[in-house]
C-alpha cells in the first residue's frame, strides 16, 4: 500500500459489480461516491453507490437492480482488519439517472446485505424449544434455509427456556420479537439486534457499555502550518494523529423532550398482568429516578433534575396477559415433575426497556463529522470533549462518553478523502445537578448565587 499522506485518505482495493447475466464489471473508475450506514436500530446494512456512466452500462450490463456488489476499501499503510471495509451488497434499486456531461449519467445504486433480501424472501414455520439465544443462533447461522449466513455473528447470553411455535413470520421478525423478551444473564432487557461492517449483532446494551472506548474526539481549532512544511507521513497539520482526534463540526442534535418523554414512559409506568388461568392479576410500577441505578449508562447522573419532578407511574399503563408465576402453564414436564418453560418475560422487560429506549431516542444527542474512520460502528462507545460557552474548555455535562447509535461512511472519489459521520447519543450527565433551592417554592435567587 502507499505512504497515507493526510487524514481521511482511503484506497479502493476492490470495486466489482457482476449483472444479473453474469458479467463481472470493475467500476473503480466510474465511481463518484459510496455511502455506507449503520444504524443501531436497524436489522441490515446499506449502502448507495453514484457512478458515472459513459459507456452505456446501464443498459448494456443491464443494470436493473439486481446485481452484487463486492467492496474492499482500506486506509494507505493501515493492514489491520479494523481499517478494512470488506462488504458484499445486493443492488436493489436504480435511482435517477442525471445528465452530467454530453454523453455521461450520473447513477444511484442503492443496496443492501444479502442477509436482508432473503429475510424478506422467506418464511419460517417452525417449533422451538430452547433459550433465545440459541434460537436466534439458529435462525442466523444454523439452519441455511433460513438465513444461513457466513459472517461473523456475536450473540450475547440469555436466561431462561422458551417454548414456542412461530406462525409463518420472516426470520428477522422472529428475533426482534424475542429481543423485546430476552434478558440477560445479570436480569437486564436491553437487547438489540444490528448490523454492521464487521457482521450481525444481537447484543445487550449493558455488554456494549461495558466495551472498550474506541476513540476520542476534540471540537477545535487547529494549527496549519506554513506552505512547504508538510513532509512524508504528515498531514497539513503536522499531526496525523491529532487529525484522527478531531471532529470536523459538530451540533447538538437534540436534548430533552420532557413532553415525550412522558408519554412514551421513560419518566415513569404502570403494567398489569393478568393471569387467565389462575383468574389473579399483578401490577408493577416503574420509576425513572427509583429505577435508575438498574441500568448500564454513560455516566452515573440522570439527564433530569429530581429536584421539582418526580416519577410518573399513571403517565403510561400497558396491560398483559401472562402467568402469574412466569411459567407456562400449559406444558407440564413429567420427567422433572414441573413447568421447565418460560413464559413471556415482557412484564418483566417492558417498562425498563421503554424507559431506556426513550432516553436514546429522545435524549442528548450529538451528531459529529470525523475523518474516515473504519474502526468505528454503532454500538461502539467514544469520548466526545464538548466545547463550552464561556470560560470553560469543556462542557461538564456534554462532555464525556457517548454510544453511536448511527453511522455513515462516505468516500468522494474525486479528492480520495473519506468522512465519518456519527450521531452520539449520552443517556445520562456526567455532572449532578447542584440545586440551591426547590424548584416548587419559589424561593427567588440570583445568577451569582446559581452560577
Not at 446499506?46 to 436493473?64: K, L, M, W
Not at 421513560?266 to 387467565?276: A, E, F, K, N, V
Not at 416519577?311 to 420427567?335: E, M
Given at each position: 500500500?502507499?505512504?497515507?499522506?493526510?487524514?481521511g485518505?482511503y484506497?479502493?482495493?476492490?470495486?466489482?459489480?457482476?449483472?444479473?447475466?453474469?458479467?463481472t464489471?470493475?467500476i473503480?473508475k466510474?465511481?463518484?461516491e459510496?455511502?455506507?450506514?449503520e444504524?443501531?436500530?436497524s436489522n441490515?446494512l446499506?449502502g448507495?453507490?453514484?457512478?458515472?456512466?459513459?459507456?452505456?452500462?446501464?443498459?448494456?450490463?443491464p443494470i436493473i437492480?439486481?446485481?452484487?456488489?463486492h467492496?474492499?476499501i482500506?486506509?494507505?499503510?493501515?493492514?489491520s482488519?479494523?481499517?478494512?471495509?470488506?462488504?458484499?451488497?445486493?443492488?436493489?434499486?436504480v435511482?435517477?439517472n442525471?445528465?452530467?456531461?454530453?454523453?455521461?449519467?450520473?447513477?444511484?445504486l442503492s443496496?443492501?446485505t444479502p442477509e436482508f433480501?432473503?429475510?424478506?424472501?422467506?418464511?419460517?414455520s417452525k417449533?422451538?424449544s430452547?433459550?433465545?439465544d440459541?434460537?436466534v443462533?439458529?435462525?442466523l447461522?444454523?439452519?441455511?434455509t433460513?438465513?444461513?449466513t457466513?459472517k461473523?455473528v456475536q450473540?450475547?447470553?440469555?436466561?431462561g427456556?422458551?417454548?414456542?411455535i412461530?406462525p409463518?413470520?420472516h426470520?428477522y421478525?422472529?428475533?426482534?420479537n424475542?429481543?423485546?423478551?430476552a434478558?440477560?444473564?445479570?436480569?437486564?432487557?436491553?437487547?438489540?439486534?444490528?448490523?454492521?461492517l464487521?457482521?450481525?449483532?444481537?447484543?445487550?446494551?449493558?455488554?456494549?457499555?461495558d466495551?472498550?472506548?474506541?476513540?476520542?474526539y476534540?471540537?477545535?481549532?487547529f494549527?496549519v502550518?506554513?506552505?512547504?512544511e508538510?513532509?512524508?507521513g504528515q498531514?497539513k497539520t503536522?499531526?496525523?494523529?491529532?487529525?484522527?482526534?478531531?471532529?470536523?463540526?459538530?451540533s447538538?442534535?437534540?436534548y430533552n423532550?420532557?413532553?415525550?418523554?412522558v408519554?412514551?414512559g421513560?419518566?415513569?409506568?404502570?403494567?398489569?398482568?393478568?393471569?387467565?388461568?389462575y383468574k389473579t392479576y399483578?401490577?408493577?410500577?416503574?420509576?425513572?429516578?427509583s429505577?435508575?441505578?438498574e441500568?448500564?449508562?454513560?455516566d452515573a447522573?440522570?439527564?433530569?433534575?429530581?429536584?421539582g419532578?418526580r416519577?410518573?407511574?399513571?403517565?403510561?399503563?400497558?396491560?398483559?396477559?401472562?402467568?402469574?408465576?412466569n411459567?407456562?402453564?400449559s406444558?407440564?414436564?413429567?420427567?422433572t415433575?414441573?413447568y421447565?418453560?418460560?413464559g413471556s418475560?415482557?412484564y418483566?422487560s417492558?417498562?425498563?426497556?421503554q424507559s431506556?429506549?426513550?432516553?436514546?431516542?429522545?435524549?442528548?444527542?450529538?451528531?459529529?463529522?470525523?475523518h474516515?474512520?473504519?474502526?468505528?460502528n454503532?454500538?461502539?462507545?467514544?469520548?466526545?470533549n464538548?466545547p463550552?460557552?464561556?470560560d470553560e474548555?469543556?462542557?461538564p455535562?456534554?462532555?464525556?462518553?457517548?454510544?453511536?447509535?448511527?453511522?455513515?461512511h462516505?468516500?468522494r472519489?474525486?479528492?480520495?478523502?473519506?468522512?465519518?459521520?456519527l450521531t452520539?447519543?449520552?443517556d445520562?450527565s456526567?455532572?449532578?445537578f447542584?440545586?440551591?433551592?426547590?424548584?416548587?417554592s419559589?424561593v427567588p435567587?440570583?445568577?451569582?448565587?446559581a452560577?
Amino acid at each position: 500500500m502507499a505512504t497515507l499522506q493526510f487524514a481521511g485518505e482511503y484506497e479502493i482495493l476492490e470495486s466489482k459489480l457482476t449483472t444479473s447475466t453474469g458479467v463481472t464489471i470493475n467500476i473503480s473508475k466510474l465511481i463518484a461516491e459510496i455511502n455506507l450506514f449503520e444504524d443501531l436500530f436497524s436489522n441490515a446494512l446499506y449502502g448507495s453507490i453514484f457512478i458515472v456512466d459513459t459507456n452505456n452500462i446501464i443498459s448494456r450490463g443491464p443494470i436493473i437492480g439486481q446485481e452484487r456488489v463486492h467492496l474492499k476499501i482500506a486506509i494507505p499503510t493501515v493492514t489491520s482488519s479494523e481499517a478494512a471495509i470488506d462488504v458484499i451488497f445486493n443492488v436493489y434499486k436504480v435511482g435517477t439517472n442525471t445528465e452530467v456531461n454530453k454523453g455521461g449519467q450520473l447513477i444511484e445504486l442503492s443496496m443492501v446485505t444479502p442477509e436482508f433480501l432473503k429475510n424478506n424472501r422467506v418464511r419460517v414455520s417452525k417449533s422451538y424449544s430452547n433459550s433465545i439465544d440459541n434460537i436466534v443462533q439458529d435462525i442466523l447461522q444454523l439452519d441455511e434455509t433460513l438465513i444461513g449466513t457466513t459472517k461473523n455473528v456475536q450473540i450475547d447470553a440469555t436466561t431462561g427456556i422458551r417454548r414456542m411455535i412461530v406462525p409463518n413470520l420472516h426470520p428477522y421478525d422472529i428475533i426482534n420479537n424475542l429481543a423485546t423478551e430476552a434478558i440477560s444473564t445479570s436480569g437486564q432487557p436491553l437487547y438489540v439486534f444490528y448490523e454492521t461492517l464487521k457482521g450481525l449483532n444481537f447484543r445487550s446494551l449493558e455488554n456494549l457499555y461495558d466495551e472498550e472506548i474506541v476513540a476520542e474526539y476534540n471540537a477545535s481549532d487547529f494549527e496549519v502550518l506554513k506552505v512547504g512544511e508538510v513532509g512524508k507521513g504528515q498531514s497539513k497539520t503536522g499531526n496525523l494523529e491529532k487529525d484522527y482526534k478531531r471532529a470536523l463540526d459538530y451540533s447538538m442534535n437534540s436534548y430533552n423532550d420532557m413532553l415525550a418523554n412522558v408519554k412514551s414512559g421513560m419518566l415513569g409506568s404502570t403494567i398489569i398482568r393478568y393471569d387467565p388461568y389462575y383468574k389473579t392479576y399483578q401490577k408493577k410500577e416503574f420509576g425513572y429516578f427509583s429505577n435508575f441505578e438498574e441500568n448500564a449508562r454513560t455516566d452515573a447522573n440522570p439527564i433530569y433534575n429530581s429536584n421539582g419532578l418526580r416519577d410518573y407511574p399513571n403517565a403510561r399503563i400497558h396491560l398483559q396477559p401472562g402467568f402469574s408465576k412466569n411459567v407456562d402453564t400449559s406444558h407440564y414436564n413429567t420427567s422433572t415433575s414441573s413447568y421447565g418453560f418460560s413464559g413471556s418475560r415482557i412484564y418483566e422487560s417492558l417498562q425498563n426497556r421503554q424507559s431506556k429506549f426513550a432516553e436514546l431516542n429522545m435524549g442528548a444527542s450529538a451528531v459529529i463529522n470525523v475523518h474516515g474512520n473504519f474502526a468505528l460502528n454503532v454500538g461502539k462507545s467514544v469520548i466526545f470533549n464538548m466545547p463550552a460557552v464561556g470560560d470553560e474548555d469543556t462542557d461538564p455535562r456534554f462532555t464525556g462518553k457517548y454510544l453511536i447509535t448511527t453511522l455513515r461512511h462516505s468516500f468522494r472519489n474525486s479528492n480520495k478523502t473519506s468522512q465519518t459521520t456519527l450521531t452520539l447519543v449520552k443517556d445520562s450527565s456526567a455532572a449532578p445537578f447542584i440545586n440551591v433551592a426547590s424548584a416548587d417554592s419559589g424561593v427567588p435567587t440570583t445568577a451569582s448565587d446559581a452560577f
